[in-house]
């Protein structure tokens, strides 16, 4: 019978490309990582690797086996994840983070009712982009995020949706493509983009760079303002903009292949490495409530 532990050796030497560098990277001794392998060749009855010139190349068979094995581990890593989470019952500390272009008074008037509730639990809210979230969440510095979703499986982590954001193309008033009728994409590429980025410079999926020109931010906040000033033009959520919509300093473009702007999904993901304790469960309650009453889908918050 295989073990999750050869399979961790098998995954290791695909992703390094050697049995040397495999013992290295979980610091064990390369006759072990060999051993371990032809332990796991024997349980299984098939051939993973072919061993020409001492380099491990996956065969067929190996290379069909390899996803299951990955699924595999990936679902033990979440069994003890839930373990771990099990034995622990009350979180003292909640941090919850929150795209910056979401942290307003109303979504924070849904989670203010946790203070008289949890009198003795800290509260911390972090402010960040997207992906600098993901990461959060994922490593276990936060419990909770509120995300803009790409709809792909997040890993280490669980997610629900909440509702929808509408994003919208804008420009200074005075920009050349405020004068446009209609804007096609070829007349965006011709100026200069205001892009979103991460602090590890990851943009969104659906607002990256299409410009050879560009200026960046890691808050949709600094966009607009890059736009006022004449910058360039932008991809922006629209609740970010009707201040300054209402008082002229931004329009919108009429992009031909966005009519009406940018649908994108609103999710929160959710820690496995940390206790889903009272705390946090009461936290996910009133967000899931608050979207469910207000119908989740178009966001106006």
């Not at 979504?107 to 203070?115: D, E, G, H, S």
């Not at 997040?154 to 009728?181: E, N, W, Y």
Request: overall charge neutral; proline content about 3%; hydrophobic content about 40%.
């Amino acid at each position: 019978m295989y073990s999750f532990e050869q399979l961790k050796i098998f995954v290791t030497v695909v992703e390094t490309g050697s049995f040397s560098a495999t013992a290295r990277k979980l610091n064990r001794a390369q006759s072990g990582i060999s051993q371990a392998i032809s332990n796991l060749e024997i349980a299984i009855n098939q051939t993973l690797f072919t061993r020409n010139k001492n380099t491990p190349n996956l065969t067929s068979n190996g290379k069909a086996l390899l996803p299951i094995a990955y699924s595999i581990l990936h679902q033990q890593k979440y069994f003890d994840q839930k373990v771990d989470a099990l034995a622990q019952n009350y979180e003292h500390e909640v941090i919850i983070a929150i795209d910056e272009s979401l942290t307003n008074q109303d979504i924070l008037k849904v989670i203010t009712p946790l203070a008289d509730q949890f009198p003795v639990t800290n509260f911390e809210i972090i402010s960040a982009t997207t992906y600098d979230i993901e990461n959060l969440v994922k490593t276990g510095k936060a419990q909770l995020g509120i995300i803009y979703s790409d709809g792909e499986l997040k890993v280490d982590m669980d997610f629900f949706l909440l509702g929808q954001a509408r994003f919208l193309t804008i420009s200074s008033p005075v920009h050349p493509l405020a004068t446009l009728k209609s804007v096609t994409s070829s007349d965006l590429k011709a100026h200069r983009q205001c892009v979103h980025r991460s602090l590890n410079q990851k943009e969104l999926w659906f607002s990256y760079a299409i410009s050879s020109r560009v200026w960046y931010a890691n808050t949709h906040q600094t966009l607009v303002d890059l736009v006022t000033q004449g910058i360039g033009w932008a991809l922006v959520p629209e609740m970010a903009i009707q201040k300054h919509l209402n008082q002229s300093e931004v329009i919108t473009l009429p992009v031909t292949h966005e009519q009406g702007g940018w649908l994108t999904p609103v999710g929160c993901v959710v820690s496995r490495s940390q206790a889903s304790g009272p705390v946090l469960q009461s936290l996910i309650n009133l967000l899931q409530q608050y979207f469910l009453k207000n119908d989740g889908w178009e966001l106006k918050l």
